[in-house]
């Protein structure tokens, strides 16, 4: 159960570090309610609703971690924007919101470091499978990227 409820958690933080704590978290929290758990009826339920409340929090926190920074207009620039870059990943931003979700987290996941056997892990999906949708994406977004230019 702990490898499934790693997968969600990587799932929803896209994290595998966040996502290590946030199963750790969901631990420590069953064990300070152990005393109320003989009371639940489905524990399995339970526990991936608790986990998602964790990622939840976690997301939150992030959220405004990131708004706490300077603010961009104070960040000096030190150099013209790079046109170019802005544009391709914007097109790319652009093909991955008309991708299917699954196929998309595979491919953020990949973009993120994550190997084939993490991925394979994480999704449930065989390696070897990972490899062909990955294969196809970039396919899709080689013709997608041609077709926009």
């Known amino acids: 159960m702990q490898r499934a409820l790693f997968r969600e958690a990587f ?5 595998r570090f966040d996502a290590e704590d946030a199963v750790q978290n969901l631990y420590l929290r ?3 309610r152990r005393g109320e758990l003989v009371r639940i009826v489905s524990p399995e339920n339970y526990c991936y609703t608790l986990l998602r409340n964790i990622c939840i929090d976690r997301i939150r926190q992030l959220k405004v971690r990131d708004e706490e920074h300077v603010p961009i207009d104070e960040i000096p620039d030190t150099a013209p924007p790079d046109v170019e870059v802005s544009e391709t990943r914007q097109c790319i931003e652009q093909f991955l919101g008309s991708v299917p979700e699954l196929q998309r987290k595979i491919v953020q996941m990949r973009i993120n470091g994550c190997s084939y056997e993490e991925i394979e892990e994480i999704t ?3 390696a070897v499978n990972v490899r062909v949708i990955v294969s196809r994406i970039r396919k899709q977004f080689r013709d997608y990227y041609n077709n926009v230019l």
């Open 11 to 15: 799932r929803l933080l896209c994290d």
């Open 30 to 32: 069953l064990w300070e």
């Open 124 to 126: 449930g999906l065989s």
